[in-house]
Structure formats: structure tokens, C-alpha cells
């Protein structure tokens, strides 16, 4: 048996299992950064919309915009 090729392939093969494995932290830490970002665009709607909202309701319930009327 040849035990420096059986070194060498055993070299390859666990250099192969650190390269995969590497690359799958990468790509995980990449979607998790994409699902953060999600995250914080959802937050950022949601907070957004509601103080829209509000700032309507309020123009409603107060009358509109701050111009006042002119009366004769």
C-alpha cells in the first residue's frame, strides 16, 4: 500500500470538508445579514406607517392644515 498517496488524498479530502465548511458560514452569515436587513425594513414600514397614520388622524381631527381662515 502506498501510505504517502493514502497522506495525500486524506490531505485533500479534510482540505475539501474545510473549504465546505467555510463556504457554509459564509453563505449563512450572508442570509442572515440579508434577514436582518428584512428586519429592520419591516420595523422601519411599520413605524412609518403608523406615524403617517397619526399625522393624518391629527390633520382630521384638528382641521387640516395650519392655515387659518380668513373672515370678513
Known amino acids: 500500500m502506498n501510505w504517502r498517496l493514502l497522506g495525500w ?3 485533500l479530502f479534510g482540505g475539501a470538508i474545510v473549504a465546505i465548511w467555510l463556504a457554509a458560514t459564509v453563505i449563512g452569515w450572508i442570509f442572515s445579514g440579508l434577514a436582518a436587513l428584512i428586519k429592520i425594513a ?3 414600514g411599520v413605524v412609518g406607517g403608523l406615524v403617517f397614520l397619526g399625522w393624518k388622524a391629527k390633520n382630521a381631527l ?3 392644515s395650519d392655515k387659518r381662515q ?3
Open 9 to 11: 488524498l486524506a490531505a
Open 42 to 44: 419591516l420595523v422601519v
Open 62 to 64: 384638528t382641521g387640516g
Open 70 to 72: 380668513l373672515r370678513r
